[in-house]
């Protein structure tokens, strides 16, 4: 049974930093890719980042380039999303995804999902 669960969510002031985690497990990922979504109240999930799991090629949306990182430790089998200078409107649910392609930022083409850490940037 495939799980991706993601870790290191919480509540920062404006400016600040949060390393998100997220750990896979029950299948081999090598040749697909990873990516994070977010989702605010009331809004629609919105791509964040993406990384192809063997290559390492990386994609970010244009809202959060400069200010994240997107890295994976394929020993541990785990992808990580550094987040810098944060800001008010980056609160939001960020959860975790696999899927076949990519890196791309198509929720719809991503099969796996994980359950979600909340962000919440004070300003």
């Known amino acids: 049974q495939v799980q991706l669960v993601e870790s290191g969510g919480g509540l920062v002031q404006a400016g600040g930093s949060l390393r998100l985690s997220c750990a896979a497990s029950?299948?081999?990922?090598?040749?697909?890719?990873m990516g994070w979504f977010r989702q605010a109240p009331g809004k629609e999930r919105e791509f964040v980042s993406a990384?192809?799991?063997?290559?390492?090629?990386?994609y970010y949306a244009d809202s959060v380039k400069g200010r994240f990182t997107i890295s994976r430790d394929n020993a541990k089998n785990t992808v990580y999303l550094q987040m810098n200078s944060l800001k008010p409107e980056d609160t939001a649910v960020y959860y975790c995804?696999?899927?076949?392609?990519?890196?791309?930022?198509?929720?719809?083409?991503?099969?796996?999902w994980g359950q979600g850490t909340q962000v919440t940037v004070s300003s």
């Open positions: 995804a696999a899927g076949p392609y990519g890196p791309v930022a198509s929720p719809a083409l991503y099969t796996y």
């Open positions: 029950g299948r081999t990922f090598e040749g697909w890719s």
């Open positions: 990384i192809r799991w063997t290559a390492g090629n990386t």
